[in-house]
Every structure is written in structure tokens, then in C-alpha cells.
């Protein structure tokens, strides 16, 4: 079964600062993965997501990701955070077969950014 | 562009009330879904339409109804909710349900049940 771990609940961060965002997937067969902020009272954005191809991504925001299949991880990096990236990071991968329509999302990490 | 849209964006009911929380998107997309969010907890997946059809109901109790009048809106319709049914009610679209497809989110419709 598809799962997503997210490691760190909350994360705080000086602004100027660099960032890493951790998840780990479980999934049998490629993953389709995807990351996404929720900013607070707001819905969630797609930042990034990968299907195939190359490993590291670009994304919205300054933000990129690198897909590591030997380590089942898919973290989430931004060279300098700004204070607007304070928000909820949910990481997620996309079901297949079976559960073809759903995404399973990790537990989400809380970001602050110190000014 | 990739939006979707929701109304109302805040809701309260009483719980002997009926009211419908609406979805629409221009994107074309087939596939349009309505998730569920408590307060910092991910979104839980509730029904799925596919091409107008449900195609996914995640044994979600009968006071709550979707209906997706046509491939463009979406509705959830409420009656004799819980107060903890309170939360952000998330709908979202893609173009299928096919693998990899992306799904868009709404802004949400937070809903207060007292």
C-alpha cells in the first residue's frame, strides 16, 4: 500500500536560510509524487511533482525537489527562504491500479521563518 | 490557468439545516473530487466523480451528497451534519483519473456545524 512519511512536524528556519524538506514514500512501483504548500486559511498549491525523467525538479517559488529512488525519498529544497514561505508542506504520491484518483499525502510540515 | 473555484467560502449550519457547498472549474478537467481537511491534519479523500460518474465514495456517511450536475461544477450537498463535521471542505479537479494526472486544488469552503 501507498504511504507518505514526513519525518519533521515543524521545521523553523532563519530568513535567508536554506531549506530541506524531508518525505519518504512506500510504494511498490514508480511513484508519482508531489509537493504542496497551504498557506494558513488557504487551500493547497502545487509547488512541484514528479513523473518520470530526470530526478530533480523545478518548481514554483524557488523551490526544487530531488527524486531518490535507492532511498525512497523525495525531498523538497530552496536555496533561500523568504518569510512568505511560511506555510504547511504536505508531500503526496499519486495512487495506481486500484486506487487510481487518490493521493495519499505525508502528515504535513509546519514551516516558520524567523525574520 | 488553473483554477477552481468554491462558494461559499464560509458556512455556518445548524445541524437540522440543508445547504450545498459548489465547485466549479473551466479547465476542462474530467475528473473532480471532494477532499477533507481538519485543523493540521492532511486532506482526507472523500468521493471522486470521473466523466460525471462517481467513482470513488470513501464510505462517507449519507448526510453528506455529491452531485456533479455537469463536467464543469461540482456539489457536496449537507444535511443534518455533526459539529464535527466542522472543517475545510477542499474540492479539486484534474483531467483524469488516470495515473500522474495533477490535481488542483481549491481555495476551500471552511464550514462551522453548531
Known amino acids: 500500500a501507498q504511504s507518505v512519511t514526513q519525518p519533521d512536524i515543524h521545521i523553523t528556519v532563519s530568513e535567508g536560510a536554506s531549506l530541506e524538506l524531508r518525505c519518504n514514500y512506500s510504494y511498490g512501483a514508480t511513484p508519482y509524487l508531489f509537493w504542496y504548500v497551504q498557506s494558513p486559511g488557504q487551500g493547497l498549491q502545487l509547488l512541484l511533482k514528479?513523473?518520470?525523467?530526470?530526478?530533480l525538479v523545478q518548481g514554483i517559488k524557488g523551490f526544487e525537489a530531488e527524486f531518490k529512488r535507492s532511498q525512497s525519498s523525495f525531498n523538497l529544497r530552496k536555496p533561500s527562504v523568504h518569510w512568505s514561505d511560511a506555510a504547511e508542506y504536505f508531500c503526496a504520491v499519486g495512487g495506481r491500479g486500484s486506487t487510481l484518483g487518490r493521493l495519499y499525502f505525508g502528515r504535513g510540515t509546519q514551516l516558520t521563518v524567523w525574520p | 490557468d488553473t483554477e477552481v473555484t468554491q462558494t461559499p467560502k464560509h458556512l455556518v449550519m445548524g445541524m437540522t439545516n440543508k445547504k450545498s457547498l459548489k465547485c466549479e472549474q473551466h479547465m476542462g478537467h474530467r475528473a473532480m473530487y471532494w477532499y477533507k481537511q481538519k485543523a493540521k491534519k492532511p486532506p482526507e479523500l472523500m468521493f471522486v466523480y470521473s466523466y460525471e460518474k462517481l467513482s470513488i465514495n470513501e464510505s462517507v456517511p449519507s448526510r453528506f451528497s455529491p452531485e456533479c450536475p455537469n463536467s464543469s461544477l461540482l456539489n457536496l450537498h449537507l444535511h443534518a451534519l455533526q459539529p464535527e463535521d466542522s472543517a475545510l471542505y477542499l474540492c479539486?479537479?484534474?483531467?483524469?483519473?488516470?495515473?500522474?494526472?495533477?490535481?488542483?486544488f481549491g481555495e476551500g469552503s471552511w464550514l462551522t456545524v453548531v
Open positions: 479539486a479537479s484534474s483531467q483524469g483519473t488516470v495515473s500522474g494526472n495533477t490535481i488542483y
Open positions: 514528479y513523473f518520470s525523467g530526470d530526478t
